[in-house]
């Protein structure tokens, strides 16, 4: 809020103001909140105000022109800020008024105008000279100050009665050259004269004619004239005028003259500097019957680089000589008169000029320090502080400016240091000088103290340190070693030199030995032992070792093992095919060490066969209870330790047995929701286990197991509870993709999930692109297995009713792009497995069942079945070696067929057969039509693959 004088104050586009408690505040478009009355224009404040009120214009253009006819102080957006201030903002934020007929035309006395730009008045109001301003020759005591004059015909027209000093103070008039009726390109005029003028700070640019033209009427005087702190660069003229003075003002490149005095009595030039006019630098003359000079004196003025330096036009008239004297003329040897100072080689004086004594210097010197030389301290240089010391004749504290600055770090080298002088008077003065940051100081080098090793080779060993240089004035000064760090150092003690230089060269050295010892061979301190373990564990042999840097490399009968290079092997998990004597040898440079050879014994693990459903080793179906139906049976290796899980049918769960113990006995029970389960499917890759039940509350459910946690990882909805279809067969592809085949609603689904202990998954990520995700009247896929090979997995679809074999890639968008293998009528497919390098087998029926394994870089192979008996299982494995077992579950024969090799027939029945990590799970079923039936109840036969045999201990 500004404050203003008088008994109101006016406020336009909302400046704030604080008043006086009796005042009225008037606004013009604001929201101040202080504001009781508002005005559309300044021209209606004005109207409204009382003399002595303050009017406050904020940021905007005005206009038209504003007759001013009573005393007021009105303050633009920048009261306050001199028109000369470059922080000043260009027209940003400014209080603007533009209008061809001029900002202000002042009526009245005591008028005061401040911070406004004013521009673009080209005459066309009468009398006003293409004035920005126009002060009335009827008026006194008016104030221009903290303005910028700008694009007009005249800047400011200034006339007086004289009765009340004017000031124009702090303003910029710039460019001020519109065509007008008469005294265009004006900064300051006056035509009928100002009495009682004080013109101070002003700044003048490129205002054509004149930057101040002061004219009195006839042969009037217009006496009390103050120019002072101005900086222009046209001409100060003053005509018609007494008691002037003209003091600290600098026009410099003038196209014409500096200052002209017409007809001047009684005047003060003193403190000015009037440089590089294009004519004179004073010129005194007279048009009018007035007595020029009668007492003018020029002192301390700075006067030089003109074309001449003072000049007197006196008419008819004879006058004494002007006092010029105490001035600097642009050298010591003084002005140049061809009488009177003929060797002055300095601006020229006319006659009638007294101009001696003369200054032999300017006004302001300023004297710079002798070229210095320093040294570099630092990467970045050397702070440094100099004086330059300054002189003025008319100012006791002239500014002096050095760029750099003292107390500036200079950087390494030669950096020109500038410095310039400007005092009160507007002079200025320049001095110059260098500094030199020189870098004399060699770095100082640090060696490691010396350095002994033992031998690492045949032929000494590699030695590898650091020597640094620290400098002053270069941040990386490099260093060089003979030998250098990383040579192979002889077993001797040898004086390694370094030596640290700089970017210019300075250099210094120091140095140390490396002093290599004779070492041994290494040692083994600790032997590897032999070890027996189970099939399935793992074993770890290790061997200690000193020698200093060792290797080892871990040989299986003699041979290398690829990748056993640390001081310990472990082998997980192992099988009877590890069995093999195993040894180390550790080296190094300087020789080998063979440790001894040990033995590895696996004892195969050998699952008790049979265990009977519905006795008391299993906690759901206790003695007498009905018997449950082994509808599907996985095995996992949960934990390294073996596990079957038996999906019943009848009691809608999944019991598990562990298998490590003699005999198996059920260790938990994982119960489902009411209903019924109907498929089980393992994990390859992370012993995850997969089933699908019925459930009347929520239809078709998917749960995934942790086999070792036996808790649940996820769990998932495949169709409405209205559905009671449930689906038939299941797969989990490496722990991530659980896939489901169902074959009323005709569809195969996936879903992602992350695999144990993750708790969540996503989908279906696998559906069909046919609508409602079915593949078409007719189309039953009856079994689904999974395989992964590289970064691609499959689906495998056993379609029955159709025929064919579907293998569906899962695509990144979960989409299938299936690729069929259709068969001939009658071959319907009965079963199918999988194994991981992407081979699978499936069965059809032509009268005889027959076999075919197919898959990448395997050939077509084709097996016959024993008899018409009825494949009911089948499984794939690869053994150590890359083998590929084939087994099949035959109902009618009741065997299973092993077509890589000897299996055995077990008298039963079979409903389901899958193979686990080493094992063989075979779910038997009694009351079948075909064949002898066992009196025994519904059992799981457990077999160990590595005897390649069925074992039914306990039968």
Same mark, same amino acid.
């Given at each position: 809020?500004?404050?203003?004088?008088?008994?109101?104050?006016?406020?336009?586009?909302?400046?704030?103001?604080?008043?006086?408690?009796?005042?009225?505040? +008037?606004?013009?478009?604001?929201?101040?909140?202080?504001?009781?009355?508002?005005? #559309?224009?300044?021209?209606?404040?004005?109207?409204?105000?009382? &003399?002595?009120?303050?009017?406050?214009?904020?940021?905007?253009?005005?206009?038209?022109?504003?007759?001013?006819?009573?005393?007021?102080?009105?303050?633009?957006?920048?009261?306050?800020?001199?028109?000369?201030?470059?922080?000043? #903002?260009?027209?940003?934020?400014?209080?603007?008024?533009?209008?061809?007929?001029?900002?202000?035309?002042?009526?009245?006395?005591?008028?005061?105008?401040?911070?406004?730009?004013?521009?673009?008045?080209?005459?066309?109001?009468?009398?006003?000279?293409?004035?920005?301003?126009?002060?009335?020759?009827?008026?006194?005591?008016? @104030?221009?100050?903290?303005?910028?004059?700008?694009?007009?015909?005249?800047?400011?027209?200034?006339?007086?009665?004289?009765?009340?000093?004017?000031?124009?103070?702090?303003? $910029?008039?710039?460019?001020?050259?519109?065509?007008?009726?008469?005294?265009?390109?004006?900064?300051?005029?006056?035509?009928?004269?100002?009495?009682?003028?004080?013109?101070?700070?002003?700044?003048?640019?490129?205002?054509?004619?004149?930057?101040? /033209?002061?004219?009195?009427?006839?042969?009037?005087? %217009?006496?009390?004239?103050?120019?002072?702190?101005?900086?222009?660069?046209?001409?100060?003229?003053?005509?018609?005028?007494?008691?002037?003075?003209?003091?600290?003002?600098?026009?410099?490149?003038?196209?014409?003259?500096?200052?002209?005095?017409?007809?001047?009595?009684?005047?003060?030039?003193?403190?000015?500097?009037? *440089?590089?006019?294009?004519?004179?630098?004073?010129?005194?003359?007279?048009?009018?019957?007035?007595?020029?000079?009668?007492?003018?004196?020029? @002192?301390?003025?700075?006067?030089?680089?003109?074309?001449?330096?003072?000049?007197?036009?006196?008419?008819?008239?004879?006058?004494?000589?002007?006092?010029?004297?105490?001035?600097?003329?642009?050298?010591?040897?003084?002005?140049? @008169?061809?009488?009177?100072?003929?060797?002055?080689?300095?601006?020229?004086?006319?006659?009638? *000029?007294?101009?001696?004594?003369?200054?032999?210097?300017?006004?302001?010197?300023?004297?710079?320090?002798?070229?210095?030389?320093?040294?570099?301290?630092?990467?970045?240089?050397?702070?440094?502080?100099?004086?330059? !010391?300054?002189?003025?004749?008319?100012?006791?504290?002239?500014?002096?400016?050095?760029?750099?600055?003292?107390?500036?770090?200079?950087?390494?080298?030669?950096?020109?240091?500038?410095?310039?002088?400007?005092?009160?008077?507007?002079?200025?003065?320049?001095?110059?000088?260098?500094?030199?940051?020189?870098?004399?100081?060699?770095?100082?080098?640090?060696? #490691?103290?010396?350095?002994?090793?033992?031998?690492?080779?045949?032929?000494?060993?590699?030695?590898?340190?650091?020597?640094?240089?620290?400098?002053?004035?270069?941040?990386?000064?490099?260093?060089?070693?003979?030998?250098?760090?990383?040579?192979?150092?002889?077993?001797?003690?040898?004086?390694? %030199?370094?030596?640290?230089?700089?970017?210019?060269?300075?250099?210094?050295?120091?140095?140390?030995?490396?002093?290599?010892?004779?070492?041994?061979? #290494? %040692?083994?301190?600790? %032997?590897?032992?032999?070890?027996?373990?189970?099939?399935?564990?793992?074993?770890?042999?290790?061997?200690?070792?000193?020698?200093?840097?060792?290797?080892?490399?871990?040989?299986?009968?003699?041979? &290398?093992?690829?990748?056993?290079?640390?001081?310990?092997?472990?082998?997980?998990?192992?099988?009877?095919?590890?069995?093999?004597?195993?040894?180390?040898?550790?080296?190094?440079?300087?020789?080998?060490?063979?440790?001894?050879?040990?033995?590895?014994?696996?004892?195969?693990?050998?699952?008790?066969?049979?265990?009977?459903?519905?006795?008391?080793?299993?906690?759901?179906?206790?003695?007498?209870?009905? +018997?449950?139906?082994?509808?599907?049976?996985?095995?996992?290796?949960?934990?390294?330790?073996? $596990?079957?899980?038996?999906?019943? /049918?009848?009691?809608?769960?999944?019991?598990?047995?562990?298998?490590?113990?003699? !005999?198996?006995?059920?260790?938990?029970?994982?119960?489902?929701?009411?209903?019924?389960?109907?498929?089980?499917?393992?994990?390859? $890759?992370?012993?995850?286990?997969?089933?699908?039940?019925?459930? &009347?509350?929520?239809?078709?459910?998917?749960?995934?197991?942790?086999?070792?946690?036996?808790?649940?990882?996820?769990?998932?909805?495949?169709?409405?509870?209205?559905?009671?279809?449930?689906?038939?067969?299941?797969?989990?592809?490496?722990?991530?993709?659980?896939?489901?085949?169902?074959?009323?609603?005709?569809?195969?689904?996936?879903?992602?999930?992350?695999? !144990?202990?993750?708790?969540?998954?996503?989908?279906?990520?696998?559906?069909?692109?046919?609508?409602?995700?079915?593949?078409?009247?007719?189309?039953?896929?009856?079994?689904? $297995?999974?395989?992964?090979?590289?970064?691609?997995?499959?689906?495998?679809?056993?379609?029955?009713?159709?025929? +064919?074999?579907?293998?569906?890639?899962?695509?990144?968008?979960?989409?299938?792009?299936?690729?069929?293998?259709?068969?001939?009528?009658?071959?319907? &497919?009965?079963?199918?497995?999988?194994?991981?390098?992407?081979?699978?087998?499936?069965?059809?029926?032509?009268?005889?069942?027959?076999?075919?394994?197919?898959? !990448?870089?395997?050939?077509?192979?084709?097996?016959?079945?024993s008899g018409v008996s009825t494949p009911v299982g089948m499984a794939l494995s690869v053994d150590e070696f890359g083998t590929l077992h084939l087994y099949v579950a035959s109902r009618g024969e009741q065997t299973i067929e092993h077509f890589c090799g000897p299996l055995g027939t077990v008298p039963?029945?079979?409903?389901?057969?899958?193979?686990?990590?080493?094992?063989?799970?075979?779910?038997?079923?009694?009351?079948?039509?075909?064949?002898?039936?066992?009196?025994?109840?519904? +059992?799981?036969?457990?077999?160990?693959?590595?005897?390649?045999?069925?074992?039914?201990?306990?039968?």
């Amino acid at each position: 809020m500004r404050t203003g004088i008088g008994s109101a104050i006016v406020l336009v586009f909302g400046l704030g103001a604080v008043p006086a408690s009796s005042q009225t505040i +008037r606004c013009v478009n604001s929201t101040d909140p202080s504001c009781t009355v508002t005005y #559309p224009t300044i021209q209606d404040a004005v109207n409204a105000s009382m &003399p002595g009120d303050t009017i406050l214009v904020g940021p905007g253009t005005y206009g038209p022109l504003i007759i001013v006819d009573r005393s007021l102080t009105i303050s633009g957006a920048a009261s306050g800020t001199s028109g000369c201030d470059p922080s000043r #903002p260009v027209f940003m934020g400014e209080s603007i008024l533009n209008d061809p007929q001029g900002g202000f035309q002042i009526n009245a006395d005591n008028v005061t105008i401040d911070g406004f730009v004013i521009q673009d008045a080209d005459g066309s109001l009468a009398g006003g000279q293409g004035s920005g301003i126009a002060v009335s020759p009827t008026v006194s005591g008016t @104030h221009i100050v903290n303005c910028v004059f700008t694009n007009n015909s005249v800047g400011l027209t200034v006339e007086s009665n004289g009765s009340v000093t004017t000031v124009v103070a702090n303003n $910029k008039f710039d460019s001020n050259n519109l065509p007008a009726p008469t005294n265009t390109g004006i900064g300051i005029s006056s035509i009928s004269g100002v009495p009682n003028l004080n013109v101070d700070g002003n700044c003048f640019v490129n205002n054509a004619v004149a930057s101040i /033209f002061l004219q009195g009427t006839g042969g009037t005087l %217009q006496a009390n004239i103050t120019i002072q702190d101005n900086t222009a660069d046209n001409a100060i003229i003053l005509v018609n005028a007494s008691n002037v003075i003209v003091t600290r003002n600098r026009v410099d490149h003038s196209p014409s003259d500096g200052l002209v005095l017409d007809a001047v009595t009684t005047a003060d030039i003193n403190c000015n500097s009037f *440089v590089f006019a294009a004519s004179v630098g004073i010129r005194l003359f007279r048009f009018y019957n007035v007595q020029p000079n009668a007492s003018v004196a020029v @002192h301390l003025n700075n006067i030089e680089n003109n074309v001449a330096g003072l000049s007197i036009s006196l008419g008819s008239y004879a006058n004494p000589p002007l006092d010029a004297t105490n001035n600097w003329w642009g050298d010591a040897t003084g002005p140049f @008169h061809a009488v009177s100072n003929p060797g002055g080689l300095g601006n020229s004086v006319s006659d009638n *000029v007294t101009f001696a004594p003369f200054r032999s210097t300017p006004t302001l010197t300023v004297v710079c320090p002798s070229d210095m030389s320093v040294e570099c301290a630092s990467p970045a240089g050397t702070m440094v502080s100099f004086t330059a !010391p300054v002189s003025s004749a008319c100012d006791p504290a002239p500014i002096v400016s050095c760029v750099p600055a003292s107390g500036s770090v200079f950087p390494p080298g030669g950096t020109d240091v500038a410095c310039s002088a400007r005092d009160i008077s507007n002079a200025t003065a320049r001095c110059t000088f260098v500094v030199s940051v020189v870098d004399t100081t060699p770095p100082m080098v640090s060696c #490691p103290a010396d350095i002994t090793v033992n031998c690492s080779g045949p032929g000494g060993a590699v030695v590898n340190f650091t020597a640094t240089a620290n400098d002053l004035c270069d941040p990386a000064p490099s260093v060089t070693c003979v030998p250098p760090s990383g040579s192979v150092f002889p077993v001797a003690s040898t004086t390694v %030199q370094c030596t640290g230089s700089d970017a210019i060269g300075n250099s210094s050295s120091c140095s140390f030995h490396v002093n290599v010892l004779d070492t041994v061979v #290494p %040692q083994i301190t600790t %032997q590897p032992i032999s070890q027996t373990v189970s099939e399935g564990s793992s074993v770890t042999f290790t061997v200690v070792a000193t020698g200093g840097a060792l290797n080892y490399g871990w040989r299986r009968n003699g041979n &290398p093992i690829p990748t056993a290079n640390a001081s310990s092997f472990t082998i997980r998990p192992v099988s009877a095919g590890d069995m093999d004597s195993y040894d180390v040898v550790v080296s190094n440079a300087c020789g080998t060490a063979v440790s001894n050879s040990v033995t590895l014994t696996v004892t195969p693990v050998m699952l008790q066969g049979t265990v009977a459903l519905g006795d008391a080793s299993d906690p759901n179906n206790p003695p007498g209870a009905p +018997r449950n139906d082994p509808r599907e049976v996985a095995i996992t290796t949960a934990g390294g330790m073996p $596990k079957a899980f038996i999906a019943d /049918f009848q009691h809608g769960g999944i019991s598990v047995l562990d298998l490590s113990v003699v !005999p198996a006995t059920f260790q938990s029970f994982l119960p489902a929701p009411a209903g019924f389960s109907s498929a089980l499917a393992v994990s390859a $890759k992370d012993d995850s286990v997969g089933v699908t039940y019925y459930d &009347p509350d929520n239809g078709s459910q998917a749960v995934v197991y942790s086999a070792t946690s036996l808790g649940i990882v996820s769990s998932f909805r495949i169709s409405p509870a209205s559905s009671a279809s449930l689906p038939n067969s299941i797969a989990i592809v490496d722990g991530s993709v659980l896939v489901v085949a169902d074959p009323v609603r005709q569809t195969v689904q996936g879903w992602f999930y992350s695999g !144990p202990n993750a708790g969540s998954a996503t989908g279906p990520a696998i559906v069909t692109s046919n609508p409602a995700n079915r593949f078409g009247p007719g189309y039953s896929p009856t079994v689904v $297995k999974a395989i992964t090979r590289g970064s691609n997995r499959f689906a495998i679809v056993l379609e029955r009713d159709s025929e +064919r074999i579907e293998v569906f890639p899962i695509r990144a968008n979960g989409s299938l792009a299936p690729t069929t293998r259709r068969f001939s009528t009658g071959q319907l &497919p009965e079963a199918i497995a999988v194994e991981a390098t992407s081979r699978f087998a499936f069965i059809t029926n032509s009268g005889n069942d027959t076999i075919s394994v197919i898959g !990448p870089g395997v050939p077509a192979q084709t097996f016959l079945t024993s008899g018409v008996s009825t494949p009911v299982g089948m499984a794939l494995s690869v053994d150590e070696f890359g083998t590929l077992h084939l087994y099949v579950a035959s109902r009618g024969e009741q065997t299973i067929e092993h077509f890589c090799g000897p299996l055995g027939t077990v008298p039963t029945f079979f409903s389901a057969l899958t193979v686990g990590r080493g094992s063989l799970s075979i779910a038997s079923q009694p009351g079948l039509p075909v064949g002898n039936p066992p009196t025994a109840g519904d +059992r799981i036969i457990i077999s160990s693959l590595v005897t390649d045999s069925v074992s039914d201990v306990g039968r």
